[in-house]
């Protein structure tokens, strides 16, 4: 019964991932002038290394990275694709961080317990949804690093 309700926990899940990234990617998609996302931040900054340049030194003054120079370095393999197959590796790698930080999650809630019942697994996800889906909107980084921390 519990394997049954995580396994449908994960397809609702993957289900609303693609859904979500299939509205915002259109948004996405159409980059210059139509909407901001940390995203387009991190991927130039991995660019502009690539590029031989100073991720600090954008000529844009709406993708300006102020962040630790480790971002940029973690985005190099995501910066050598184009924007929308990296957008889309992006996508695929928030899902898998959310499924592993669900599950670390409901170990952690688990305790010493040897059962919780559906309902825990069901207030959870209540719980981690709305910042789910605003990283996936916002395109942040957010949902990798607390998978990261709780691993």
Known sequence: ????FFLGT?????????IVCW????RIERFWGITQTDFNVYYFSGWYIIQKKSMYTFTN???LFKYAPIFGVAMIPLAGLPIQIALRW?????CASFLGMFGLLKN????N????PPAADALLLIATLRPYISTLRLGQVD??????LLA
């Open 1 to 4: 019964m519990r394997n049954k």
């Open 10 to 18: 994960s397809l609702l899940i993957i289900v609303l991932t693609f």
């Open 23 to 26: 509205h915002y990617y259109h």
């Open 61 to 63: 003054p709406e993708y």
């Open 90 to 94: 992006w996508y695929g790698l928030t």
């Open 108 to 111: 952690l809630l688990k305790g």
């Open 113 to 116: 317990r040897s059962d919780l």
């Open 143 to 148: 949902i990798l690093l607390a998978f990261l």
